[in-house]
């Protein structure tokens, strides 16, 4: 019998530029960055390493830096960001890019593409939706403003948007076991936090599952 294809566990570039692929709609009708940037120094507070590191997976990072001069690797100042650069897995890397001022629309990375939404995994385990990341849906301890404002916006994020990123993390999850388990734990996690505070939280559905009620019965 002829050998099997080995599937290879990293992700290679190709992979990385069919994704991207699917992460091109706008988030609003609006440049969001609006809406905290005053509360920032005039720099929206997604874009800045001090407050959200970029994750790049490192075929990512190979394929962006052919692409352009964007991003470099970021480099840990303290122990607090020694820490956050150790929860990297082997096939990623921390990063920074050079600025809001030189962004490039067509080399952002996943992780500016996707913020502030992660995927949303119900007591089943199944993939249903989006939801806010948590820690983004909290007031700064410095500003004592809501870090993402959008957080609080959820019906200004386009239909385009969640229905194009649920297909990119449906293949994601898909491609990666480490990647489903990343978010079937953080899920649990959200639901754990939120029902010992009594809150519930936003699930954004893609249009093929909105009116379905078999779904939004598992999602707390």
């Known amino acids: 019998m002829p050998k099997k294809k080995k599937i290879l566990k990293d992700l290679t570039e190709d992979e990385i530029e069919y994704y991207f692929t699917f992460l091109n709609e706008e988030i609003t009708e609006y440049d969001c960055g609006e809406l905290c940037k005053g509360n920032n120094k005039g720099i929206p507070y997604c874009c800045t390493a001090e407050h959200a590191v970029p994750l790049l997976y490192k075929s990512e990072f190979s394929f962006l830096k052919k692409q352009g001069d964007l991003w470099h690797k970021w480099v840990p100042k303290t122990k607090a960001d020694k820490k956050i650069e150790e929860t990297a897995g082997d096939d990623q890397v921390f990063c920074e890019c050079k600025g809001v001022q030189h962004c490039v629309r067509n080399q952002r990375s996943v ?36 870090k993402c404002p959008l957080t609080k916006k959820p019906g200004d994020i386009r239909q385009q948007f969640i229905d194009s990123h649920y297909t990119f993390w449906e293949k994601l999850l898909l491609r990666s076991e480490d990647e489903r388990e990343t978010y079937l734990d953080s899920s649990k996690d959200l639901r754990k936090n939120k ?19 078999s779904v939004k019965e598992y999602i707390y």
């Not at 505070?197 to 936003?202: L, P, V, Y």
């Open 195 to 213: 029902k010992k505070k009594g809150k519930n939280f936003t699930v954004l559905f893609p249009s093929h599952l909105k009116d379905l009620k």
């Open 111 to 146: 992780s500016c593409r996707t913020f502030p939404l992660e995927p949303y995994l119900d007591r089943r385990g199944a993939f249903i939706g989006l939801t806010f990341l948590d820690d983004f849906t909290e007031k700064d301890p410095d500003t004592k403003k809501i």
